[in-house]
């Protein structure tokens, strides 16, 4: 897999966001994009986008279930197997609630804080499907770092939304 060059976040954020291009467009979900990078040298040890896998997968979801595959694990098992600390870059902010009632990814990733022991955002969940999400304040109380990624905004929301029937 490819390397994010350390720190340069805008990078890894675009990067993200052209995993989401490849998600399906539908008034269901957003379409999102995220990485798994390994702090020590910047690679990228999963990548995702929504609806990859299939079962109305997340891209969160989708890196975790990827990389557990890889380490013939499972993903509740991640954090035995991953030792390393990463970071998550994620077009939109993890979701903490999942009309579907599968696993929010908020949970996912504060599951793996043994690891992950940041996440980035380009942006807050829009509240289209389950209103304002608390996740930045769960995860921070959880103990895993959030940082929003600035300059990419439009973008990300263009590209999360479509597929959305406009009002």
Known sequence: MLSIPRDDHLAAMQYALSLADNSPPKPTNFRVGAILV???????SAQGYTL?????THAEECCLL????????TEEKLAETITEPHVLYTTVEPCYKRLSGKLPCLERVIR?????????????EPETFVGQNPGRKILEDAGVDVSHVPGLE?????TATAGHVSQ
């Open 112 to 124: 793996q804080k043994s690891w992950i022991k940041k996440v980035y955002v380009g942006v807050q």
């Open 52 to 56: 990859e896998l299939p079962g109305n």
């Open 66 to 73: 990827k990389l557990a595959q890889e380490h013939s694990t």
């Open 38 to 44: 390994r702090l020590k040298d910047g690679h990228i």
């Open 154 to 158: 439009t973008d990300i929301l263009s």
